[in-house]
Nanobody, 124 residues
Framework: VQLQASGGGLVQAGGSLRLSCTASGSFKNIASMGWYRQAPGKLRELVARITDVGVDSYVDSVKDRTFISRDSAKNTVTLEMYSLKPEDTAVYYC???????????????????WGQGTQVTVSS
């Protein structure tokens, strides 16, 4: 499974950002798509996630200013964040969980794939 992310960069405090991630490959279905972030010296944390039936969840620190959406036909997830703060500065990672198609004698299996990460820097 390959993940192609776009968006990110340098944003002023109070501004907004839009991150998109598209999954491609031989998967049978995608159970959930989401975004994580990791700031310097901190653990990676979930920002937002959306399931195949549209149930979304957010970390408390962003839930009032963040929206995640999914285009199942395009296997794309989009994260929109508003009123950005310097503490939102981090590397943002796309994450996709699903089930791969079996090949020959090999049965299908679950997968958990990560994008390469995109830097978001919020200047004060």
């Amino acid at each position: 499974v390959q993940l192609q992310a776009s968006g990110g960069g340098l944003v002023q405090a109070g501004g907004s950002l839009r991150l998109s991630c598209t999954a491609s490959g031989s998967f049978k279905n995608i159970a959930s798509m989401g975004w994580y972030r990791q700031a310097p010296g901190k653990l990676r944390e979930l920002v937002a996630r959306i399931t195949d039936v549209g149930v979304d969840s957010y970390v408390d620190s962003v839930k009032d200013r963040t929206f995640i959406s999914r285009d199942s036909a395009k296997n794309t997830v989009t994260l929109e964040m508003y009123s950005l703060k310097p503490e939102d500065t981090a590397v943002y990672y796309c994450n996709v969980v699903g089930f791969l198609v079996g090949k020959g004698k090999y049965p299908g299996r679950n997968f958990n794939s990560w994008g390469q990460g995109t830097q978001v820097t919020v200047s004060s």
